[in-house]
């Protein structure tokens, strides 16, 4: 009896743990949502059999909440080496238990960046070789990331993708990064300081 007593205890805890965790960052989960309905008419969403890009470090740090998908465009359209292909859009989201241990993932991220890069929060990067376009929009307490191949690079999508990104799942405070084909990357809003010891943990 004791022995079953202790088996309903942990079940409870693990099932408390697990609801604490499910419930978190609701509002991001919201923004996704809306994010996704409103591509719904000219992209599907995929989540089984594509993998996530790389982002170094990222993908270690002690998030409670991650959601990778893909939009696939319905329709084919020229890319910049002039085949006709439907773009693929990665997305990737991270969310921290509150600000200080996205501190820490940004501090841990930042010495194995993407491509395995070290930088330097701030500063732009000339060349990051074999890195892909990519934006990054850096909130309170979640990192929210956008990348797609090299073949799409072209000033317009980074410009349409960069506006989506802050309007769904940005605010005045957002640190946004944006990465072009191998480089470079740039800190377009709210750079963060690199003489903050926070990155430096």
């Known amino acids: 009896m004791k022995k079953i007593t202790q088996i309903s205890l942990i079940v409870l805890i693990s099932t408390c743990f697990l609801a604490a ?16 309905n409103a591509k719904s008419s000219d992209f599907e969403k995929k989540d089984l059999n594509v993998s996530e890009p790389d982002y170094g470090e990222l993908e270690n740090t002690n998030h409670n909440f991650h959601e ?46 993407i491509t395995g890069k070290r930088i330097t929060p701030g500063r732009m990067v000339r060349t990051l070789k074999n890195a892909e376009p990519t934006i990054g929009v850096i909130n309170g307490d979640n990192i929210c990331i956008v990348s797609f191949s090299c073949n799409n690079d072209t000033p317009e ?16 405070e957002s640190m946004i990064f944006e990465i072009n084909c191998d480089g470079p990357l740039r800190w377009t809003k709210n750079p963060p300081d690199p003489k903050d010891k926070r990155w430096r943990m």
């Open 21 to 36: 965790d499910s419930s978190g960052h609701e509002e991001l989960k919201q923004q996704i949502t809306a994010f996704t």
């Open 68 to 113: 990778f998908f893909q939009l696939k465009a319905n329709e084919k359209t020229e890319n910049n080496i002039g085949n006709n292909t439907k773009l693929k859009l990665d997305f990737s989201f991270y969310g921290y238990e509150n600000e200080e241990e996205r501190n820490y993932a940004l501090s841990f991220w930042f010495k194995n960046f």
């Open 157 to 172: 999508l980074m410009k349409e993708l960069r506006s989506e990104m802050l309007t769904f799942f940005g605010n005045p």
